[in-house]
């Protein structure tokens, strides 16, 4: 009896192993695997790709954008002139492309002779047929499902020969081979269960690729590394927080909050190729309340001079000393020269997070104060040293532990990360600001856990009472100190990162109402829009190939400007859209 | 359930949590063992005592003397949730501000959030507050 059920048993077993059999028989046959050794396909078009050589970086093409603000002084220019004034109604989309992404897509596509790149929120990167359309491949790296990850962005890429360098979210730095997307090396930079994540572009110069960390609010303690732009190699790691006895340690008295002091670094650096300087700004300090740590909190909110050789900090400026209201310093100031009493300065301008439009001078390694003025409601600064800019404070404004603070601009700031353009043609710098916004911050005991929330604040936002818009373009003439026009929002906050043309006619997005819009850069007056399907808050770009000029953006509403929204909703209920998140590439000419 | 603020982990019972007051943090800990099931910060509840009146059937059934449990994991980017309006009695997020309404299976009332947070079915057991059930979802964040 028992012999006969386990033959039974058996029978059962040898049917169910034949139908598991017949199954997979009927299966679509996979394609044999490459062999060892063969190089992966290349599509045509990437068979020919354009070598990024360091005098290309330093002086590109008009047809290409082959980094995050396209010239290593940040000015977010293209010489590009056939879109006009006159013409630029008469835009109309060429392609579009989804990204298959929701959150905030912020990078610039990059464009090296009519090859696109453009990063993704989900540590994508896709290379694409700029002309065309077409995608060639796209990069994936998975991002940890344990990661704490604020910002779920990436703001670009950098090129130098045939690779493609991408800072990862989880902290890591990958380099790509352009033509296949083929991973040829990655590194570490630091580990994501600390805290710390990346959402710049990186900038390539000297033959090093160099990133800077996220995770302010994580309490990691901020760093500017470079790397070996060939092989991935450490070159140097430069902290924003200095340790004991090094410069600035004087400035966190305070036993070893140093080491989880905050100073990230947002955004890519802008560069001086002639003092081989390069200038970042860093975040706010951590925890946010200053007077858990007292001193000025070297060098938070700030901009730092780094000697690309060696990683050295050559020269500061501080915006914003033992800042307490979440301003960070998130975009560097941008190069350029500028007239002031008669002089022209050889300049560093920042449109900072505090409020204040900064007129800076680089002196040898020096960064020294030239003017500073406010650009949107400021009631923090009573006034600034008239020799070396250090604001004075006024001490009602200032949240601290136990202690509501009320003041204007919000903790977004004037401007938050989207980055201002320059035309030398106008001479006209132009600043994407929220105007009329301001808030309370609470301070409240901070404790830190490894890779938590490390920030002890809770906030609010408000409109100023009889505001008539939130969002602002302005354009400031950098020689008179002047605001020249602006350009108000009515019913939308403005995260638009701008870009200026050789044409006259600037681009951005930014608002909640999903339109791409070009405007008259000496008026500002609407010269076309666009209705995508997400909110704007791509960097816009300009690119040329076989002789006609394109704009290129990407849509995808997310971070901060979602978040932005989420608390003007509580504000004003029902007054602000629902704006629809996922990503999507678009490409405008004209016929 | 214990606070996840406990030097000593003290099983929590429904007075110990503050009517119509903030959050508490907690980890799951084996009744049996006392292991502390703390490995995962995945593992982190949120618990509150509200007044059961306006619970949906769902949640009045999952409660227990009227205190719900859910995940304290944000969906959308892994923050602990851990700010609470009193006033309307909503749980929000920190660091993007996505709210949850505790009283109607933390569904989400404004923000970026794709989905509530998970809830933890409860009992009491000898006073104490026990799981009843496994989550109803899954604990965790979608990273694309």
């Known amino acids: 009896m028992k012999r006969h059920r386990l033959h039974a048993m058996l029978a059962v077993s040898g049917l169910a192993l034949a139908a598991f059999a017949a199954t997979g028989s009927a299966q679509q046959p996979l394609p044999p695997l490459p062999k060892p050794d063969t190089p992966p396909p290349v599509a045509p078009i990437l068979q020919n790709y354009k070598p990024v050589t360091a005098d290309r970086l330093k002086q590109p093409e008009d047809s290409d954008w082959l980094m995050y603000r396209r010239t290593y002084d940040g000015w977010g220019y293209s010489p590009l002139s056939q879109i006009t004034t006159e013409n630029a109604a008469k835009l109309k989309p060429v392609w579009t492309l989804a990204t298959g992404q929701i959150e905030g897509h912020q990078a610039p596509p990059i464009v090296n002779n009519g090859i696109m790149f453009v990063a993704t929120p989900g540590n994508q990167l896709l290379a694409i047929d700029a002309k065309a359309g077409n995608l060639l491949w796209r990069f994936k790296r998975p991002i940890p499902e344990d990661m704490l990850l604020l910002h779920p962005t990436s703001r670009g890429v950098g090129l130098l020969g045939d690779k493609v360098y991408f800072a990862a979210a989880d902290a890591v730095l990958v380099a790509l081979d352009a033509k296949t997307g083929n991973e040829v090396w990655k590194t570490t930079v630091e580990d994501y269960n600390h805290g710390y994540y990346m959402s710049l572009a990186p900038l390539v110069a000297d033959g090093k690729v160099i990133v800077g960390v996220s995770g302010g609010e994580l309490g990691v303690r901020g760093f500017v590394a470079a790397f070996d732009a060939e092989t991935g190699k450490p070159a140097w790691k430069t902290y924003t927080v200095p340790g004991p006895g090094e410069p600035g340690s004087e400035t966190w008295p305070n036993g070893d909050q140093w080491k989880t002091g905050g100073g990230s670094v947002w955004i890519t650096g802008n560069y001086d190729p002639d003092t081989k300087l390069a200038y970042w700004g860093t975040g706010n300090g951590g925890p946010w309340m200053g007077d858990q740590r007292p001193g000025d909190s070297l060098f938070t909110a700030s901009t730092i001079a780094v000697d690309v050789n060696n990683g050295n900090i050559k020269g500061f400026f501080q915006y914003t000393p033992n800042e307490s209201w979440d301003w960070d310093e998130v975009s560097p100031p941008i190069l350029v020269d500028y007239q002031h009493n008669g002089k022209v300065i050889k300049g560093l301008v920042d449109v900072a997070r505090n409020g204040y439009l900064w007129m800076l001078e680089r002196s040898g390694d020096k960064i020294n104060f030239v003017d500073g003025k406010p650009f949107v409601k400021q009631n923090v600064f009573t006034k600034l040293d008239p020799e070396t800019g250090r604001p004075e404070i006024d001490p009602a404004r200032k949240p601290a532990t136990g202690k509501k603070a009320d003041f204007c601009p919000s903790l977004w700031g004037g401007k938050d990360w989207p980055p201002v353009a320059y035309s030398p043609k106008s001479r006209l710098l132009y600043i994407p600001a929220n105007e009329n916004l301001c808030g309370t911050i609470t301070g409240e005991p901070a404790t830190y856990t490894p890779g938590q929330r490390y920030v002890g604040a809770t906030s609010t936002l408000y409109i100023a009472p009889g505001a008539d818009h939130i969002g602002e373009l302005q354009a400031w003439n950098l020689d008179t100190g002047q605001k020249v026009w602006s350009h108000p929002f009515a019913n939308s906050q403005l995260w638009g990162p701008m870009l200026a043309t050789g044409g006259g006619v600037l681009f951005a997005g930014g608002t909640n109402d999903r339109f791409f819009r070009a405007f008259d850069a000496s008026s500002g007056k609407t010269l076309w829009e666009f209705r995508t399907g997400s909110g704007v808050n791509g960097v816009p770009v300009s690119f040329q190939v076989d002789g006609k000029q394109y704009i290129a953006v990407q849509s995808g509403w997310g971070v901060d400007a979602a978040r932005m929204q989420a608390r003007l909703n509580l504000v004003r209920p029902w007054e602000y859209p629902d704006v629809p998140q996922g990503g999507s590439v678009w490409v405008f000419a004209l016929d | ?144």
């Open chain 2, 1 to 144: 359930m214990v606070p996840t603020s406990a030097a000593a982990p003290e099983p929590l019972k429904p007075d110990d949590l503050p009517l119509d007051g903030r959050q508490t943090l907690a980890w799951p800990m084996d009744p049996e063992t006392k292991t502390v099931r703390n490995g995962s910060r995945l593992n982190k509840v949120l618990l509150l005592r509200l007044d059961p009146e306006g619970f949906d059937p769902e949640t009045k059934e999952r409660a227990a003397e009227g205190v719900v449990g859910y995940s304290a994991i944000c969906p959308h980017t892994g923050c602990d949730v851990t700010n609470w309006h009193p006033d309307r009695r909503l749980l929000e997020c920190p660091c993007h501000y996505s709210m949850y309404d505790p009283k109607e299976e933390a569904k989400v009332v404004s923000g970026p959030s794709p989905r509530r947070l998970p809830a933890l079915p409860l009992k009491i057991d000898n006073g104490k507050l026990v799981v009843a059930k496994a989550f109803i979802g899954r604990p965790g964040f979608q990273q694309m």
